[in-house]
């Protein structure tokens, strides 16, 4: 079907409660079977990526927030389980409908922009990973979940503490145990466990740096 300028047609839409997006019927079908090349932008929820790994360990690479865009693969294949952890709203595009005449400069540039957030996004995750101790990994975790929430300083982690540990290559115990470090020092109070404030952000940014 052939679009006029300006609009690129979501494939299809859909909420999720929780677990795979790819076992999920979409409600609102556009286009008829879901084809593997296409991107997804969350639009409310979090969605996590993750891979496991031969060991049979999991590596969670990313959390997806509200305004993310994923599924940017060099072929038709998808090489990562992508999840919803909380209840989730999505859109899926496909690639071919952005590519075309049919694409507006300011969605293409949203594309880009996305996508280049992304690039950086994993760049300070191998950094996070490769250089920095447990301490500093949950104390930049933090930071960058108050950074893409807004700046909050109060806020609900909407994962639980055993994605945290996958996402930083920690064990739970030890994400447990950095969680009470950081409240004993004063940069943090749990409120509960998911609830977070942040009482001091520029310890916490020396701690991370």
């Known amino acids: 079907m052939a679009h006029g ?32 090349a296409m991107y997804i932008k969350v639009v409310s929820g979090v969605v996590r990526v993750s891979q496991l790994l031969p060991d049979g360990r999991r590596q969670i690479s990313a959390f997806h927030l509200p305004g993310d865009m994923f599924g940017f693969e060099i072929d038709d294949l998808h090489h990562a389980t992508a999840e919803a952890i909380v209840p989730t709203k999505i859109v899926a595009f496909k690639w071919q409908s952005m590519a075309g005449a049919g694409a507006s400069t300011s969605q293409v540039r949203e594309l880009l922009n996305r996508t280049m957030m992304g ?91």
């Open 5 to 36: 300028p300006g609009r690129v047609r979501h494939l299809y839409s859909c909420r999720v409660d929780r677990g795979r997006l790819g076992r999920v019927r979409p409600r609102t079908p556009r286009h008829g079977a879901r084809p593997r």
């Open 119 to 209: 690039l950086r996004h994993t760049q300070d995750h191998l950094l996070l990973l490769g250089r920095k101790n447990a301490l500093e990994r949950l104390a930049a975790f933090l930071l960058e979940m108050a950074g893409r929430l807004g700046g909050k300083t109060v806020f609900d982690l909407a994962m639980p503490r055993h994605d945290i540990a996958d996402y930083l290559g920690l064990t739970l115990e030890t994400v447990s145990r950095m969680f009470a470090e950081l409240k004993e020092v004063g940069t943090i109070r749990l409120e509960s466990s998911r609830r977070v404030h942040l009482l001091d952000t520029g310890k916490l940014k020396a701690m991370a740096a």
